[in-house]
């Protein structure tokens, strides 16, 4: 069933709590400079801020003893009280503010309200005040600083701002803080911050020695070093052999394309602007392929006339795409400018939609299960009642009926997003939460009524006439970078058995031991284990401290008792000490450690 429309953060109390808590920061800080001049307070997704012009530059010191401040003045219980006035009034109110007499000016002419929204409608002017602060505000706020809990607030930090983000208008001080309901919900809010920092995965990637970015190479290029490719072969293997098994098959379609197959495709004009700029040759225009989607139809239509009894068709590929995203949002792994897509195009009949969204539905949960995504939801995003999407109101009607009764069939919880689908047809994301509680956008399904008669796609149906065929874009992980950024972070590098690019290292106590390493990992590998020997002179306290700093499942310790006896001394990443255990065990161990996911 969808789940009900979700409250709005703006409506919701911690919200509020947050609002109040950005107005309570003013008040202290004014005190402590009666000569500051204040801009704007919002609450934020994770807290709020609230933007100072300041006769000095703050200190954490400073920080320490407004919020003590913001704690007396909570503790007061003020009520917050709404005013509505004239622009006039408000510029009287404001006389030496020069900052908030901007904002009205902004409100008087329904130009951008306190936070910097742009308003459509003139709206109407309001104060709030509480103890002796006033500020101009639209609210909501709480009713009392007293629902304020003092321990489930903090100050944060302090950066550097421009007035209205413009970099030719003053610089402010912002002061970021975060408040929540409860002491326990701030202490969980900043273990996560601090576990999110941890598992950074641009700090682990190097920490792992995974991948590499290079000025050499330029922005959004990653080099991935041997570990790192191995994990890479290790992901897109794993979705290839789900895709074979769920009746998907694999095509590849090069990198570069004419231009003009973009023209009529429709993406041109959506696309030119993330496309790499022309390769000309003999006065016609190529480009790196920024996606695959009319590679994949072309395809389909070469290989000769189609009957209906050949649909569905599913073609997909490991295609490394690239996209001109600008330096500023590159963000690691997680934003680059080559990206493997894992692609696949459904070709079908209309009938076959919900059977076809079907099949990527067990398929994606099967995918995000192995990988330990276990709290998903799907944004059901259907067409708006006006606007850009296509009109044929029975396709949308049959295809969202369709998309409804399988995620229903299959008890995924899902919410519908109207006006949100793709211009081209509805389509279903799949929003996956990592062990933080963040939300990562991954799969995604859209149906599309319109590139393959753009295209001139066609089989023959039952009726011996050509129809269009209905064509779905899915994709499982994503891409494989984004991916991999997102599953560093996630595992905090500590990857399960199967998914570890060493899943063993051989620790030899001795030199005199270092053969009998050497023959056990070539015994393991035969087994398809990756193995390697740690045959450094180090001590070997070191060489488990390494392995263990490289999150390697198993390290296997060997010495003089284990070359008589035929084993190893098992000792695990976690920091578990099982000990000395045959190799026969010990293979039948890993194997099952890989069967289980584990
Ligand atoms: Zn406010
Ligand atoms: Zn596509």
Redesign the pocket.
């Known amino acids: 069933m969808p789940e009900q429309k979700q409250e709005r953060y703006e409506d919701s109390f911690l919200y509020r709590i947050r609002h109040s808590a950005a107005h309570i920061m003013a008040q202290a800080v004014l005190e402590k400079f009666p000569s500051a001049k204040i801009a704007i307070g919002p609450a934020i997704e994770d807290g709020f801020y609230y933007d100072f012009d300041l006769p000095r530059s703050l200190t954490p010191d400073d920080l320490a003893e407004i919020e003590k401040r913001m704690r007396q003045i909570i503790a007061g219980n003020y009520p917050f009280v709404k005013k509505v006035i004239s622009a006039d009034e408000a510029r009287h109110v404001f006389a030496d503010q020069p900052y908030k007499l901007e904002l009205i000016d902004g409100l008087e002419h329904g130009g951008t309200d306190e936070h910097g929204n742009i308003l459509t409608e003139k709206p109407e002017i309001s104060l709030y005040t509480h103890d002796n602060f006033t500020d101009l505000c639209r609210g909501p706020h709480v009713e009392r600083t007293g629902q304020i809990n003092p321990s489930a607030i903090k100050l944060m930090n302090i950066a550097g701002a421009y007035w209205r983000g413009d970099e030719k208008r003053p610089m402010l001080q912002r002061i970021y803080g975060t408040a929540w309901q409860s002491p326990e919900d701030l202490e969980e809010y900043l273990w996560k911050l601090e576990e999110a920092k941890k598992r950074d995965h641009r700090k682990l990637g190097k920490e792992l020695g995974l991948f590499y970015f290079s000025e050499d190479i330029g922005p959004g290029l990653p080099l991935f070093t041997p570990k790192g490719e191995m994990l890479r072969h290790l992901m897109e293997d794993y979705v290839r052999e789900t895709q074979t098994r769920y009746g998907y098959q694999h095509v590849w379609t090069g990198h570069l394309v004419k231009e003009e197959l973009y023209k009529r495709s429709g993406h041109y004009d959506n696309y030119k602007d993330v496309m790499f700029p022309p390769m000309v040759d003999e006065n016609i225009s190529f480009r790196l392929k920024p996606?695959?989607?009319p590679s994949h139809m072309t395809l389909f239509k070469e290989m000769g006339r189609h009957s209906y009894r050949e649909l569905p068709m599913r073609f997909s590929e490991f295609a490394t795409l690239y996209r001109y995203e600008k330096t500023g949002e590159l963000n690691g792994l997680v934003r680059v400018r080559s990206l493997t897509q894992d692609?696949c195009?459904t070709f079908c009949t209309p009938e076959q939609i919900g059977s076809e969204f079907n099949l990527s539905l067990r398929l994606i949960r099967e995918v995000l299960d192995r990988y330990r995504f276990t709290d998903y939801k799907v944004r059901l995003s259907l067409r708006g009642k006006t606007g850009k999407f296509v009109q044929d109101d029975e396709k949308w009607e049959t295809a969202t009926a369709a998309l409804r009764a399988a995620l229903n069939e299959n008890q995924v919880d899902f919410f519908e997003a109207e006006g949100e689908a793709a211009f081209y047809g509805p389509k279903a994301d799949f929003m996956a939460k990592d062990v933080l509680g963040r939300e990562w956008q991954l799969s995604t399904i859209q149906v599309d009524f319109i590139q393959p008669s753009r295209l001139g796609l066609t089989y023959i149906g039952e009726d011996g006439a050509e129809h269009v065929p209905v064509v779905l874009?899915r994709a499982v992980t994503g891409t494989t970078e984004r991916f991999m950024g997102v599953l560093i972070e996630h595992f905090a590098g500590a990857f399960p058995v199967w998914l570890a690019p060493v899943q063993a290292v051989m620790v030899p106590i001795a030199d005199r031991h270092l053969d009998f390493a050497r023959q056990v990992a070539a015994k393991l590998e035969g087994y398809g284990m990756r193995v390697q020997v740690d045959d450094r002179g180090d001590r070997m306290n070191a060489k488990i401290r390494d392995a263990q700093n490289q999150k390697i499942p198993y390290m296997l310790v060997v010495g003089d008792k284990e070359m008589e006896n035929n084993q190893v001394a098992l000792r695990l990443r976690s920091g578990e000490n099982p000990g000395p255990v045959d190799l026969e065990v010990f293979i039948k161990r890993w194997q099952a450690d890989v069967a289980k996911g584990n």
Do not use: E, I, L
């Open positions: 996606m695959n989607c692609d195009h874009h």
